[in-house]
């Protein structure tokens, strides 16, 4: 469910960016293909660089792109780290049920709490550009 709810706020965001920049190069079946198992290796990582380039074109959002792309390898870590960590204690600890939960559980929120900032940013960076457009047309 929460990929799901994800998948369609990232197209929102591709196509909300494409309509401002018609050449940003991630289109709505880019964004899907970028999540793909195996593919979102490197998926992750483009996108949300593509994003950042976008957001530093903007001298106002200098400041979150920069947050963007020094979010990136955290996200790796912990996406990563969760797969690992669950491994060895399951392969280790299986006696341990509870403690092998409790530290995949911490490495879930943990990831859960770099899509959240990374997502907030994101959206808060696109409010901006709406706004500043609709003040430029006054």
Known sequence: MCFVTYLIWLVQVHKAIRQKHSDYPI???GAIARMIPFINLWGFSNTFTHIYRYFALHPELEGKA???QKMIVPLYFVWFGEGIINR???RHFSDMES???LLGAIMQTARMACFYCMT???HNSLVMLNKKDE????
């Open 66 to 68: 920069r947050y963007i």
């Open 135 to 138: 003040e430029g047309l006054h």
């Open 99 to 101: 403690m092998s939960m």
């Open 27 to 29: 289109r709505t079946v």
């Open 120 to 122: 907030r940013v994101i």
């Open 88 to 90: 060895i204690l399951i």
